[in-house]
């Protein structure tokens, strides 16, 4: 198995707490974070990690399997060394999924409080979301179910806008849910990979929200902005203003490019790799250099020479306008525009450490801000080489999901759902119950 970064120094972990590991399944590659919640500051810490590539490169396309045994061996070295980095064996795992197979839905679900209490309790939000559930399955067909399920906005007794609703006095309670249904053989195969792998005791989120979850700050939200999550085979697109608006997922990515630059320069996909890397840019910035630099050709023998120059503006530039011009088109085919982007666009994922990424955005959506994204600190700690590199958002995002959430649930491996407890209240259940 072709690990794509050098191997880290072991970090012997000295805690009793049980380790976490997120992972996530991307294109013909996994990524693994392991952690713990670090006690005294109540965040999740973030201790290993690994990249590993998949020995098939068609083994996993666009976070679908293709090959399960080969997506459970690269699974299987992934968690191992990322736990070998972290000094200890996980306990429990959540995984990060994404693909084109993945659908988003929106549903309003209703529940009413008890007569003799007349007060919101976590009863009447889960009738209420259970409620939506079924609005939803009875739309899907029955080759699918619902992968995940988010309350996003409340309305009590006709007052709408409500955040937290919990404890609040009313009768009728509605609850605006985004959920991601999937095909059930897609998730089986999913579910296979793991097993192979011997992944037990996992829940699954959805790659885009785990990676949102963690990156986005309360006053971006309010404000209005796009999470652009560029991948491999994809590129994950949410929206926020006040709360979600909407979930999707674009078929582009930075494979797309290496595969274009393979196709243009007549070089093998990994030299073409190497070329994008070392080489390349999302645009020509203001402290640009152009030289020549030499490549293999597909014989894999016979070097060519090109200039950096013809490669950025003729190859990589117009393949990154096109995608920029999807993510453009999707905004408006939503109903939004950039000047709805008051808290700016938020880019992650592997494709956005491209050098001028972030410039590319810029000049595209001129006015709006964009930050290459990482986790916010009152959520997440941990190494720096591990939470300041986009290629772990997703993965990271995937293990605080997990902490979020009650080991029963975990054990149950049942769907769930960002809770309307509090982060800090369902982080002390979590550990009051384990201990």
């Not at 050709?297 to 920029?324: C, F, H």
């Not at 009650?406 to 009051?432: A, D, G, H, M, W």
Request: contains cysteine; negative net charge.
């Amino acid at each position: 198995m072709k690990h794509i970064e050098k191997k880290p120094t072991k970090v012997v972990s000295t805690t009793t707490q049980p380790l976490a590991a997120g992972i996530d399944i991307g294109s013909n590659q996994v990524t693994c974070v392991v952690g713990i919640i670090d006690e005294e500051l109540q965040k999740i810490n973030v201790l290993g990690n690994s990249i590993v590539k998949c020995a098939n490169k068609r083994c996993i396309e666009a976070g679908e399997i293709k090959n399960i045994a080969e997506a459970g061996h690269a699974i299987r070295a992934a968690v191992k060394e990322a736990e070998r980095t972290a000094g200890g064996e996980a306990s429990y795992y959540a995984v990060a999924v994404r693909g084109r197979f993945i659908e988003a839905r929106k549903a309003i679900g209703k529940s009413s409080t008890d007569p003799a209490k007349r007060e919101v309790t976590n009863d009447t939000i889960d009738d209420a979301i259970n409620n939506a559930r079924d609005v939803i399955t009875g739309d899907l067909s029955y080759a699918s179910d619902i992968l995940q399920i988010i309350p996003n906005d409340y309305t009590l007794d006709g007052a709408s806008g409500i955040q937290e609703a919990l404890g609040m006095g009313g009768i009728n309670l509605e609850i605006e849910v985004h959920a991601l249904a999937a095909p059930i053989l897609k998730i089986e195969n999913i579910d296979k990979a793991l097993q192979h792998a011997e992944v037990n005791s996992q829940v699954k989120v959805y790659s885009y929200l785990a990676a949102s979850e963690i990156l986005v700050r309360p006053d971006e939200k309010e404000l209005g902005c796009l999470v652009v999550d560029f991948g491999g085979s994809t590129i994950g697109l949410v929206l926020y203003i006040d709360n979600i608006k909407f979930i999707c997922e674009i078929q582009a990515g930075s494979d797309l490019i290496t595969k274009y630059i393979s196709r243009n320069f007549k070089a093998p996909l990994d030299e073409a790799r190497r070329i994008k890397e070392e080489f390349g840019a999302a645009v020509i910035g203001d402290d640009f250099q152009n030289y020549d630099f030499e490549y293999l050709a597909a014989d894999g023998v016979s070097l060519k020479k090109n200039e950096r120059i013809y490669l950025i503006q003729e190859v990589i530039q117009p393949e990154i306008d096109r995608m920029l011009t999807k993510i453009e088109s999707v905004l408006r085919d939503k109903g939004y525009t950039k000047d709805d982007l008051s808290g700016g666009i938020i880019l992650t994922g592997g494709g956005s450490l491209m050098e001028s990424m972030k410039d590319a955005f810029e000049r595209f959506f001129d006015g709006c801000s964009v930050r290459i994204a990482r986790p916010v600190t009152e959520k997440v700690i941990g190494l720096n080489n591990i939470i300041a590199n986009p290629s772990y958002t997703a993965a990271t995002g995937a293990l605080y999901y997990l902490f979020s959430s009650s080991p029963e649930q975990i054990e149950s491996r049942e769907t769930y759902t960002f809770s309307s407890l509090s982060f800090l209240n369902k982080v002390k259940k979590f550990f009051k119950e384990i201990f």
